[in-house]
Nanobody, 125 residues
Framework: QVQLVETGGGLVQAGGSLRLSCAAS????????MGWFRQAPGKERESVAAVSRNGVGTYYGDSAKGRFTISRDNAKNTVYLQMNSLKPEDTAVYYC??????????????????WGQGTQITVSA
């Protein structure tokens, strides 16, 4: 079992930055690839970014490319999402998730085994 807790959400003006953190406890953090997803009201859950178990491989959804950076610190059992140049359309609940394999399938929420409770990000125009 892995427990995930996201922090760092809040209200920010368009063009601003936020950094989300997701702290993991339970089984060995480095055994899990990690992903960030988001879900806006009335919309499906969307993949934002993912990072491989060793932190070398990073993957981004189209909305995140060039603006967001995912990273992880296995010594601290934490994955991060640095978000810059935020836009109102980035407003959503952001979730971190863990899966026991790297690579293919990182975009699909069904491939993740554990989820955090989510943190709200609101970007004002």
């Amino acid at each position: 079992q892995v427990q995930l807790v996201e922090t760092g959400g809040g209200l920010v003006q368009a063009g601003g930055s936020l950094r989300l953190s997701c702290a993991a406890s339970g089984r060995t953090f480095s055994s899990y690839a990690m992903g960030w997803f988001r879900q806006a009201p009335g919309k499906e859950r969307e993949s934002v970014a993912a990072v491989s178990r060793n932190g070398v491989g990073t993957y981004y959804g189209d909305s995140a490319k060039g603006r967001f950076t995912i990273s992880r610190d296995n010594a601290k059992n934490t994955v991060y999402l640095q978000m810059n140049s935020l836009k109102p359309e980035d407003t959503a609940v952001y979730y971190c998730a863990a899966r026991a394999r790297d690579g293919v399938g990182w975009r699909d929420p069904k491939n993740y085994d554990y989820w955090g409770q989510g943190t709200q990000i609101t970007v004002s125009a």
